[in-house]
């Protein structure tokens, strides 16, 4: 455990300038650090002066405790109207033979195949098309939670609801409203890329601005529903633009409650339009993960969504702040496979998720989606025989 003793060995150290000697004071006695604070940490505070302070966060609110979910992904399609320009999966409507576009009846049956699976969450989110309305999604939801009553369905970002609802001539309310009624039980945290427009309009023009962003998870929110959120760094941005990102969804988090898990995305940069940027440093990427712990103290968990940022990288995540690395997706998402991440198949049995962060010294503890305990793995013996997949193999739909 990382004591407050510990951690104020930080403030001991003679080489530590001022203000961070202040910042550290600060985040040690529970104090929120302000935007210009949080500048001056992007800018001048090393990965082991984070790490001490994001883990002294991390410990003082979880302990050990690790979770994750036994969950699966549905991407109804890679086909989309927007030409996102980090996004290495989707395929323009003039290739839209190259793609996949499910039908509702392919969404079910991919669901049917969990029936004798321990699953509990379905994330279901792809490219943007019209046929893909408020009346498709609300009928999925609806045969969804029919066939499966117990199976959270966590879908579809402001993406994709503003899209809908603009289609529809549906208010925001009105459609979370209908969506909600449909059987959607929280909204992943996707589409949020970088919500400052000088650098979205570059990145992800024409889709939702980061105002209709928030602004529907707000209303989401105010229904009494949760929801998660993300931000894609490590590309043209800068550190003023993460720290504005941060700032608003820690305003809204203040007004609503409703976040559950921050997810930072590191940038990859296979196959898209944005090629020639290179990565981030995983040096970057831990002060990327410390900072949003530090930064997003109204947020309980900060998530490492391993198929992203690596298995190994994630186990090493869990002193930085992170107490959350999803679940076991099995090879259900092709997001970050199609652009580059080292996980080419990602999929883990619920006994390698244990071992993985049994494997750094911390409790691997099995939740739902709305962070019920479901079963704590900490002492945990697996038997021989004992086979926990929570997935099974599925073939690609081409159509
Ligand atoms: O919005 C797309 C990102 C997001 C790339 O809420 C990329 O539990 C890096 O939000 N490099 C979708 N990132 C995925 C997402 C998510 C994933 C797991 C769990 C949850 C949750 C949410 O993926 C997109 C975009 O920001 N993305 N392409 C890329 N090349
Ligand atoms: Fe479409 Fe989403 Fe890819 Fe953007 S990130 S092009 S909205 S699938």
Same mark, same amino acid.
């Given at each position: 455990m990382v004591t407050a003793r510990k951690a104020g060995h930080l403030l001991e150290d003679p080489s530590l300038s001022a203000p961070l000697r202040e910042i550290a004071e600060k985040v040690l006695n529970g104090t929120r650090i302000s935007p210009e604070e949080g500048q001056l940490l992007f800018e001048e505070a090393d990965m082991g002066y984070l790490g001490t302070l994001a883990n002294y966060i991390r410990e003082k609110r979880h302990g050990h405790r690790t979770y994750f979910n036994r969950n699966f992904h549905i991407e109804p399609t890679n086909v989309c109207l927007y030409t996102c320009t980090f996004c290495s999966y989707s395929r323009l409507i003039k290739k839209r033979d190259e793609g996949w576009e499910y039908s509702l009846e392919d969404i079910m049956d991919i669901v049917k195949k969990? *029936? *004798?699976?321990?699953?509990?969450e379905v994330h279901i989110v792809g490219g943007v098309l019209p046929q893909y309305d408020v009346k498709f999604y609300s009928e999925l939801f609806t045969a969804i939670k029919k066939h499966r009553p117990d199976l959270h369905v966590k879908a579809l970002t402001p993406v994709e609801y503003h899209y809908i609802f603009k289609k529809d001539k549906v208010s925001y309310e009105e459609g979370m409203k209908l969506m909600k009624e449909a059987g959607l039980d929280s909204m992943p945290g996707g589409g949020a890329e970088i919500f400052h427009p000088e650098i979205r309009d570059q990145i992800a023009g024409g889709k939702c601005s980061g105002e209709q962003w928030l602004r529907i998870h707000e209303i989401w929110h105010e229904l009494g529903g949760r929801s998660n959120a993300t931000m894609l760094y490590g590309h043209i941005e800068r550190y003023e633009h993460r720290i504005d990102h941060l700032e608003k969804l820690r305003q809204l988090q203040d007004k609503t409650g409703g976040f559950q898990t921050f997810i930072p995305l590191k940038f990859r940069n296979q196959d898209n339009q944005m090629s020639h940027v290179p990565e981030s440093t995983v040096v970057e990427d831990m002060r990327m993960y410390a900072l949003s712990r530090i930064y997003l103290d109204n947020f309980d968990h900060i998530k490492a969504y391993w198929p992203m940022i690596g298995r190994t990288t994630a186990q090493t995540l869990l002193s930085f702040g992170v107490n959350d690395i999803d679940g076991t997706i099995d090879d259900t998402t092709k997001i970050y496979s199609m652009a580059g991440s080292e996980e080419q198949t990602p999929a883990m049995s619920t006994r390698e998720l244990v071992n993985l962060i049994r494997a750094v010294g911390r409790q691997p503890i099995e939740r739902d989606t709305l962070y019920n305990i479901i079963q704590d793995y900490t002492d945990h013996v697996f038997e021989e025989d004992e086979v926990f997949k929570g997935y099974v193999s599925l073939p690609v739909v081409n159509k």
């Open positions: 969990y *029936d *004798d699976e321990p699953v509990t």
